[in-house]
Nanobody, 122 residues
C-alpha cells in the first residue's frame, strides 16, 4: 500500500509559477513510478506528467511540455511538479499518482492522492 499527500496548490496569476509536492509513504514507495494528473470542472481527469522510479525517464502531456517539469527525490520519497508560465486553462485539481509504470497512456494508476487545487487567474 502507498499513501500519497499533495501540497503546494493555490491561486496564481497567468504567467506565474507554482511548485506542487507529493509525499509518498508506505512500503517500497521509492520503486514506484510517480505521476501527476489533473481534472478541470466538467472534464475528465487527464494525464499531465510522469517520472519513472529512478528519475531517468519523464513523460509530459503536449499541453504542458516546455512549461512543466517533473522531478523526484527518492531519499525523501517526494515527487515535484514545477509549473511555469501558467495559463487559465491549467486551472484544475491536481492529483498525484503512483504505480509500477505510468506513462502518457495511463488512465487508472493504482494509487491516488487526495488532490490539490490550482487556480490560474487571467
Amino acid at each position: 500500500q502507498v499513501q500519497l499527500v499533495e501540497s503546494g496548490g493555490g491561486l496564481v496569476q497567468a504567467g506565474g509559477s507554482l511548485r506542487l509536492s507529493c509525499a509518498a509513504s508506505g512500503r517500497t514507495a521509492s520503486v514506484y513510478a510517480m505521476g501527476w494528473f489533473r481534472q478541470a470542472p466538467g472534464k475528465e481527469r487527464e494525464f499531465v506528467a510522469a517520472i519513472n522510479w529512478s528519475g531517468s525517464t519523464t513523460y509530459y502531456a503536449d499541453s504542458v511540455k516546455g512549461r512543466f517539469t517533473i522531478s523526484r527525490h527518492n531519499a525523501k520519497n517526494t515527487v515535484y511538479l514545477q509549473m511555469n508560465s501558467l495559463k487559465p486553462e491549467d486551472t484544475a485539481i491536481y492529483y498525484c499518482a503512483a504505480d509500477r509504470v505510468i506513462d502518457t497512456t495511463t488512465t487508472r494508476p493504482a494509487y491516488w492522492g487526495q488532490g490539490t487545487q490550482v487556480t490560474v487567474s487571467s
